[in-house]
T-cell receptor, first 115, second 111 residues
Framework: AQSVTQLDSQVPVFEEAPVELRCNYS??????LFWYVQYPNQGLQLLLK??????LVKGINGFEAEFNKSQTSFHLRKPSVHISDTAEYFC?????????????FGSGTRLLVRP | NAGVTQTPKFRVLKTGQSMTLLCAQD?????MYWYRQDPGMGLRLIHY???????AKGEVPDGYNVSRLKKQNFLLGLESAAPSQTSVYFC??????????FGDGTRLSIL
Protein backbone atom coordinates (compact mmCIF):
# COMPACT_ATOMS: atom_id res chain seq x y z
CA ALA A 1 0.00 0.00 0.00
CA GLN A 2 1.07 3.53 -0.67
CA SER A 3 2.13 5.85 2.09
CA VAL A 4 3.55 9.35 2.39
CA THR A 5 5.87 10.46 5.17
CA GLN A 6 6.50 14.05 6.11
CA LEU A 7 9.10 13.72 8.82
CA ASP A 8 8.90 17.28 10.12
CA SER A 9 5.65 18.28 11.80
CA GLN A 10 6.83 21.87 12.19
CA VAL A 11 9.63 23.85 10.60
CA PRO A 12 10.49 27.26 12.08
CA VAL A 13 12.57 29.54 9.89
CA PHE A 14 13.51 33.20 9.77
CA GLU A 15 12.23 35.45 7.01
CA GLU A 16 14.42 35.49 3.87
CA ALA A 17 16.11 32.21 4.85
CA PRO A 18 15.92 29.13 2.61
CA VAL A 19 13.69 26.23 3.56
CA GLU A 20 13.27 22.58 2.62
CA LEU A 21 10.21 20.53 3.55
CA ARG A 22 10.81 16.83 3.25
CA CYS A 23 8.50 14.25 1.71
CA ASN A 24 9.13 10.55 1.16
CA TYR A 25 6.68 8.09 -0.34
CA SER A 26 6.44 4.36 -0.68
CA UNK A 27 4.91 2.80 -3.75
CA UNK A 28 5.67 -0.18 -5.96
CA UNK A 29 4.31 1.54 -9.07
CA UNK A 30 4.75 4.85 -10.84
CA UNK A 31 3.10 7.80 -9.17
CA UNK A 32 2.01 11.37 -9.56
CA LEU A 33 3.24 13.69 -6.80
CA PHE A 34 1.77 16.91 -5.45
CA TRP A 35 2.39 19.60 -2.89
CA TYR A 36 -0.57 21.51 -1.51
CA VAL A 37 -0.61 24.51 0.85
CA GLN A 38 -3.31 25.25 3.40
CA TYR A 39 -3.66 28.70 4.94
CA PRO A 40 -5.62 29.02 8.21
CA ASN A 41 -9.31 28.23 7.87
CA GLN A 42 -9.03 27.61 4.16
CA GLY A 43 -9.02 24.68 1.79
CA LEU A 44 -6.00 23.23 0.06
CA GLN A 45 -4.36 25.04 -2.81
CA LEU A 46 -2.08 23.33 -5.32
CA LEU A 47 1.55 24.50 -5.13
CA LEU A 48 3.04 22.21 -7.74
CA LYS A 49 2.77 18.79 -9.32
CA UNK A 50 4.95 16.13 -10.88
CA UNK A 51 3.26 14.01 -13.53
CA UNK A 52 6.19 13.19 -15.83
CA UNK A 53 9.16 14.78 -17.55
CA UNK A 54 11.69 17.00 -15.81
CA UNK A 55 12.34 15.97 -12.24
CA LEU A 56 12.66 19.60 -11.12
CA VAL A 57 9.22 21.11 -10.87
CA LYS A 58 8.51 24.79 -10.36
CA GLY A 59 5.32 25.96 -8.71
CA ILE A 60 3.60 29.08 -7.50
CA ASN A 61 4.97 31.56 -4.97
CA GLY A 62 8.60 30.70 -5.78
CA PHE A 63 8.44 27.10 -4.57
CA GLU A 64 10.05 24.18 -6.38
CA ALA A 65 10.39 20.47 -5.76
CA GLU A 66 12.63 17.71 -7.07
CA PHE A 67 11.42 14.20 -7.79
CA ASN A 68 14.03 11.60 -6.86
CA LYS A 69 12.87 8.15 -7.91
CA SER A 70 15.79 6.26 -6.40
CA GLN A 71 15.23 7.85 -3.01
CA THR A 72 11.43 7.97 -3.40
CA SER A 73 11.46 11.60 -2.33
CA PHE A 74 9.78 14.80 -3.42
CA HIS A 75 11.21 17.55 -1.22
CA LEU A 76 9.84 21.09 -1.43
CA ARG A 77 12.22 24.04 -1.43
CA LYS A 78 12.16 27.81 -1.47
CA PRO A 79 15.35 29.90 -1.54
CA SER A 80 13.95 32.82 0.47
CA VAL A 81 10.75 32.63 2.51
CA HIS A 82 8.33 35.41 3.41
CA ILE A 83 6.10 35.87 6.44
CA SER A 84 3.16 35.15 4.14
CA ASP A 85 4.48 31.62 3.52
CA THR A 86 3.44 30.65 7.04
CA ALA A 87 0.97 27.82 6.44
CA GLU A 88 0.63 24.05 6.51
CA TYR A 89 2.08 22.12 3.60
CA PHE A 90 0.92 18.69 2.48
CA CYS A 91 2.65 16.24 0.21
CA UNK A 92 0.39 13.80 -1.67
CA UNK A 93 0.80 10.86 -4.02
CA UNK A 94 -1.51 9.33 -6.59
CA UNK A 95 -1.04 5.84 -8.00
CA UNK A 96 -0.90 5.77 -11.82
CA UNK A 97 -2.29 2.24 -11.89
CA UNK A 98 -5.40 3.21 -9.94
CA UNK A 99 -7.85 4.88 -12.32
CA UNK A 100 -9.66 6.66 -9.50
CA UNK A 101 -6.76 9.13 -9.06
CA UNK A 102 -7.16 8.98 -5.29
CA UNK A 103 -4.66 10.98 -3.24
CA UNK A 104 -2.76 9.69 -0.24
CA PHE A 105 -1.63 12.59 1.95
CA GLY A 106 1.22 12.99 4.36
CA SER A 107 0.47 14.28 7.85
CA GLY A 108 1.55 17.80 6.94
CA THR A 109 4.36 20.19 7.87
CA ARG A 110 3.62 23.49 9.49
CA LEU A 111 5.98 26.17 8.20
CA LEU A 112 6.41 29.01 10.66
CA VAL A 113 8.23 32.03 9.26
CA ARG A 114 9.53 34.44 11.86
CA PRO A 115 10.60 38.07 11.29
CA ASN B 1 -15.43 31.35 -10.46
CA ALA B 2 -17.15 29.22 -7.81
CA GLY B 3 -15.06 26.04 -8.25
CA VAL B 4 -15.94 23.68 -5.41
CA THR B 5 -18.57 24.87 -2.94
CA GLN B 6 -19.31 23.16 0.36
CA THR B 7 -22.37 23.75 2.52
CA PRO B 8 -22.69 24.27 5.38
CA LYS B 9 -19.41 25.82 6.54
CA PHE B 10 -20.02 25.07 10.22
CA ARG B 11 -22.33 22.76 12.07
CA VAL B 12 -22.76 21.48 15.61
CA LEU B 13 -24.63 18.22 16.13
CA LYS B 14 -25.64 16.12 19.08
CA THR B 15 -24.62 12.49 19.24
CA GLY B 16 -27.08 10.37 17.27
CA GLN B 17 -28.32 13.14 15.00
CA SER B 18 -28.06 12.85 11.25
CA MET B 19 -27.02 15.36 8.63
CA THR B 20 -25.91 15.74 5.03
CA LEU B 21 -22.98 17.74 3.74
CA LEU B 22 -23.31 19.05 0.21
CA CYS B 23 -20.51 19.51 -2.29
CA ALA B 24 -21.12 21.20 -5.62
CA GLN B 25 -18.62 21.76 -8.44
CA ASP B 26 -19.08 23.79 -11.61
CA UNK B 27 -16.05 22.52 -13.55
CA UNK B 28 -17.73 19.49 -15.15
CA UNK B 29 -15.30 17.17 -13.33
CA UNK B 30 -15.86 13.43 -13.45
CA UNK B 31 -14.15 12.64 -10.16
CA MET B 32 -15.24 13.80 -6.73
CA TYR B 33 -13.88 13.00 -3.26
CA TRP B 34 -14.69 13.47 0.40
CA TYR B 35 -11.85 13.75 2.94
CA ARG B 36 -11.68 14.39 6.64
CA GLN B 37 -8.85 16.32 8.23
CA ASP B 38 -7.78 15.69 11.80
CA PRO B 39 -4.80 17.22 13.64
CA GLY B 40 -1.53 15.45 12.89
CA MET B 41 -3.14 13.03 10.45
CA GLY B 42 -3.36 14.95 7.21
CA LEU B 43 -6.36 14.28 5.01
CA ARG B 44 -7.92 10.84 4.82
CA LEU B 45 -10.24 9.73 2.06
CA ILE B 46 -13.75 8.78 3.17
CA HIS B 47 -15.55 8.01 -0.10
CA TYR B 48 -15.10 8.94 -3.71
CA UNK B 49 -16.89 8.86 -7.05
CA UNK B 50 -15.50 8.32 -10.54
CA UNK B 51 -18.69 9.43 -12.27
CA UNK B 52 -22.38 10.16 -11.92
CA UNK B 53 -24.19 7.33 -10.20
CA UNK B 54 -21.03 5.62 -8.93
CA UNK B 55 -19.43 5.70 -5.48
CA ALA B 56 -16.69 3.76 -3.73
CA LYS B 57 -15.16 3.45 -0.27
CA GLY B 58 -11.96 5.18 0.68
CA GLU B 59 -9.68 4.73 3.65
CA VAL B 60 -12.14 5.61 6.44
CA PRO B 61 -15.71 4.96 5.20
CA ASP B 62 -17.36 3.62 8.36
CA GLY B 63 -20.24 5.74 9.65
CA TYR B 64 -20.64 7.65 6.39
CA ASN B 65 -22.68 7.25 3.22
CA VAL B 66 -22.51 9.14 -0.07
CA SER B 67 -24.54 9.71 -3.19
CA ARG B 68 -23.77 11.15 -6.62
CA LEU B 69 -27.12 11.51 -8.33
CA LYS B 70 -25.95 14.45 -10.42
CA LYS B 71 -22.51 14.93 -11.91
CA GLN B 72 -21.99 18.27 -10.20
CA ASN B 73 -23.05 17.22 -6.70
CA PHE B 74 -21.56 14.81 -4.16
CA LEU B 75 -23.38 14.36 -0.85
CA LEU B 76 -21.86 13.03 2.35
CA GLY B 77 -24.25 11.71 4.97
CA LEU B 78 -23.86 10.91 8.64
CA GLU B 79 -26.73 8.65 9.70
CA SER B 80 -26.00 8.68 13.44
CA ALA B 81 -23.31 11.16 14.38
CA ALA B 82 -20.63 10.17 16.90
CA PRO B 83 -18.07 12.37 18.71
CA SER B 84 -15.30 10.59 16.75
CA GLN B 85 -16.70 12.22 13.61
CA THR B 86 -15.83 15.69 14.86
CA SER B 87 -13.52 16.92 12.13
CA VAL B 88 -13.07 19.26 9.21
CA TYR B 89 -14.50 17.79 6.03
CA PHE B 90 -13.18 18.67 2.60
CA CYS B 91 -14.64 17.94 -0.77
CA UNK B 92 -12.51 17.87 -3.92
CA UNK B 93 -13.05 17.31 -7.62
CA UNK B 94 -10.83 16.60 -10.60
CA UNK B 95 -10.76 15.47 -14.20
CA UNK B 96 -8.72 12.30 -14.90
CA UNK B 97 -5.06 12.86 -13.98
CA UNK B 98 -5.33 16.56 -13.23
CA UNK B 99 -4.84 17.95 -9.70
CA UNK B 100 -7.78 17.94 -7.36
CA UNK B 101 -9.55 21.21 -6.58
CA PHE B 102 -10.67 21.60 -2.97
CA GLY B 103 -13.55 23.38 -1.30
CA ASP B 104 -13.07 25.53 1.80
CA GLY B 105 -14.21 22.83 4.19
CA THR B 106 -17.01 22.15 6.67
CA ARG B 107 -16.19 22.27 10.37
CA LEU B 108 -18.35 19.71 12.12
CA SER B 109 -18.57 19.28 15.89
CA ILE B 110 -20.40 16.38 17.49
CA LEU B 111 -21.30 16.88 21.14
Amino acid sequence: AQSVTQLDSQVPVFEEAPVELRCNYSSSVSVYLFWYVQYPNQGLQLLLKYLSGSTLVKGINGFEAEFNKSQTSFHLRKPSVHISDTAEYFCAVSDLVDSSYKLIFGSGTRLLVRP
Amino acid sequence: NAGVTQTPKFRVLKTGQSMTLLCAQDMNHEYMYWYRQDPGMGLRLIHYSVGEGTTAKGEVPDGYNVSRLKKQNFLLGLESAAPSQTSVYFCASSSSNQPQHFGDGTRLSIL
